[in-house]
């Protein structure tokens, strides 16, 4: 006997499921470079236990974290040109090779807060050397009981605390005169 036996199988659902993923993989892609915010994510040698003492979480943060993620906004944010400047560099060659304890301190907040930041501020130096002050939102990606990355944006507020600076005499004779009218 002789005869053909043919197996077909419908993978239309699946095909366009692997086009949604692609076209919801690109739009984040595009959302990502094209953003006027800093965003960033960074990820582990391993993944860090979130039930360690917190002061030992934040020294594996630093020591174990790198740049897996860096847009060319925040790249320029630090004063480099791209975010390929950057990417898979060493949390603490960031901070110049040794932890700050400003940023010592800025993390433990975060781990502290559950990993969640919403508009914290933090001074930073950029690659020129100088001062930068951020407002920053991050959150943690826990899988099990463990930290794998964060994830974050940043703003650059510099003029916005320059301002705020220069301001400060006025706003205490402001105060000083109000204080002396007060009925």
């Known amino acids: 006997m002789d005869g053909v036996v043919a197996v077909l199988e419908d993978i239309t659902e699946r095909v366009c499921a692997q086009e949604q993923s692609r076209a919801s993989e690109e739009r984040y892609h595009n959302f990502v470079e094209q953003s006027i915010e800093g965003i960033w994510m960074l ?13 030992d979480q934040v020294r594996r943060i630093q020591t ?3 740049v897996a ?4 906004a925040l790249a320029k944010l630090y004063g480099l040109a791209s975010s390929q400047e950057l990417r898979g560099e060493r949390l603490l060659e960031l901070y110049g090779g040794a932890a700050s304890d400003v940023n010592f301190e800025s993390t433990l907040k975060l781990v502290q807060s559950g990993y969640r930041a919403s508009n914290r501020e933090t001074q930073e130096m950029n690659s020129k ?3 930068v002050h951020f407002l920053n939102n991050a959150v943690g990606i826990i899988k099990g009981k463990h930290l794998v990355a964060l994830r974050g944006t940043q703003r650059d507020v510099t003029d916005l605390k ?15 005169c109000w204080k002396q009218f007060r009925i």
């Open 43 to 55: 990820a582990f040698d391993e993944p860090i236990p979130i039930d360690l003492p917190p002061e």
């Open 64 to 66: 174990q974290g790198y």
């Open 69 to 72: 993620e860096w847009n060319d």
């Open 129 to 131: 050397g100088e001062t």
């Open 162 to 176: 320059r301002a705020e600076q220069a301001l400060e005499p006025v706003k205490l004779e402001c105060a000083r």
